[in-house]
Nanobody
């Protein structure tokens, strides 16, 4: 059973930066697709970014259009950790951010394609 624990959320002003971390335990981290979703009040959970294995020690990254060019996802397999660097934050980025893992490695943009979820970390961007 994979467990995911996020950290790094907080309150930041518009234009600021935050780095989220997600530590995984219990599974074969290096083979999993690892991603971030977010959910704002009253809205559905939406895709933010994903990193998938594409070969031996090779991984890709995919982003939602709303964060492309501002957010960066990467992973450190030695630490079983995936990161999300968030730059140039906007008030509309305010949400609970969830780390997620797909043990099959596919990493779709749909919330239904994932086995495991973290508890979430709050990100608030003030205007």
């Amino acid at each position: 059973q994979e467990q995911l624990v996020e950290s790094g959320g907080g309150l930041v002003q518009t234009g600021g930066s935050l780095r989220l971390s997600c530590v995984a335990s219990g599974g074969t981290f290096s083979t999993y697709a690892m991603g971030w979703f977010r959910q704002a009040p009253g809205l559905e959970r939406e895709f933010v970014a994903i990193t998938r294995r594409r070969g031996y020690n090779a991984y890709d990254a995919e982003y939602a259009e709303t964060v492309k060019g501002r957010f960066i996802i990467w992973r450190d397999n030695a630490k079983n950790t995936v990161y999300l660097q968030m730059n140039s934050l906007k008030p509309e980025d305010t949400a609970i951010y969830y780390c997620t893992a797909d043990s099959r490695g596919r990493g779709p943009r749909s919330v239904t394609g994932y086995d495991y979820w973290g508890q979430g970390t709050q990100v608030t961007v003030s205007s």
